[in-house]
């Protein structure tokens, strides 16, 4: 049967990337502008199209940021967690695989996982809801990593080669100030090739899917700083001083990679550490900003 690969949530950032990659690739792949929650049209969708793999790039992500969820809680559940739930239902229902891009945006540094010490694995309870979108991520994910078609893909502060919008980059070097805390983070373009190749070999459950370490948002600046902008200067506050600025929470991690490396090395993939990612990553932006293009894989 020919391989069939069907993109929803088609009109956002990661789905566009997504859609591109595999057209280079050279596979059959449409993108759907269904709703999540609509089962009537994802069901009929799903029957005259007849994917092989399904992809959910569709999620309320809120726009500035994600403090818009905290005033838009219905539109957020709907999204989120019956729409979520809703694509997965009916894909088990069709025998089909999902790929369901999700967030590791669950966890913060405590007493047990401080900061440069044990890391959060996939078998960790979620511990920040301090805002409405990751309490409703880390509520999703309970209840579908029971569907035996799916794979869950924890991503952080994703990064294109480009400075798109919504690159966690370009939003680091536009705040008037920002925080220094290590985190996991997620280089696209080593990591969204890698969720193909774990799509392809059906694979299932949850995945911590960001490069292996942490990197802080002083380091992450420093080295845009030396292959994409020399002129770059910013200033630090502090996080007392980033919460007087923001209604709702936001997290700060780390993330254990060891079950996704070992799947990867299975797979005959490779991720590199954070640092190094990032800059590759950002001679690779370089080069894009250089050629007025944004990135391709
Ligand atoms: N970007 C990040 O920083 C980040 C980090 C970690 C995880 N993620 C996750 O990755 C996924 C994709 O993120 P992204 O950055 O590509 O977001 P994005 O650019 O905002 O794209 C999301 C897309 O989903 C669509 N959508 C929202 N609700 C939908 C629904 N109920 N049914 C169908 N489509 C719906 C949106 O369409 P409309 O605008 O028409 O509603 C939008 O086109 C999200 O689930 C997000 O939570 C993102």
Sequence with gaps: MAERHLIYG??????????????????????STVRLENREEILKELDEYKPTRVYNCAGVTGRPNVDWCEDNKEATIRSNVIGTLNLADCCFLRGIHMTNYATGCIYQYDDAHPMKGKTFTEEDEPNF????YSYTKAMVEKMIKQYSNVLTLRLRMPVSDDLNPRNFVTKIT???????????????????????????AKL??????????AISHNEVLAIYKKHVDPSFSWKNFSLEEQSKVIKA???NCELDTTKLITALEKLGVKVNEIHEAYDKCFQRMAA????NKPMSF
């Design 288 to 291: 894009n900003l250089k050629a």
């Design 10 to 31: 088609a009109k956002g950032w990661i789905a566009g990337l997504l859609k591109e990659l595999l057209e280079q690739e050279g596979k059959e792949v449409r993108g």
């Design 129 to 132: 809801g301090g805002s409405y």
């Design 204 to 213: 299932t459950g949850v995945y911590n899917f960001t490069n292996p370490g």
């Design 249 to 251: 929470g936001r997290s």
């Design 174 to 200: 536009k705040y008037e100030r920002v925080v220094d805390i290590p985190n996991s983070n997620t280089i696209l373009y080593e990591l969204l090739p890698a969720s193909v190749k774990m799509a392809d």
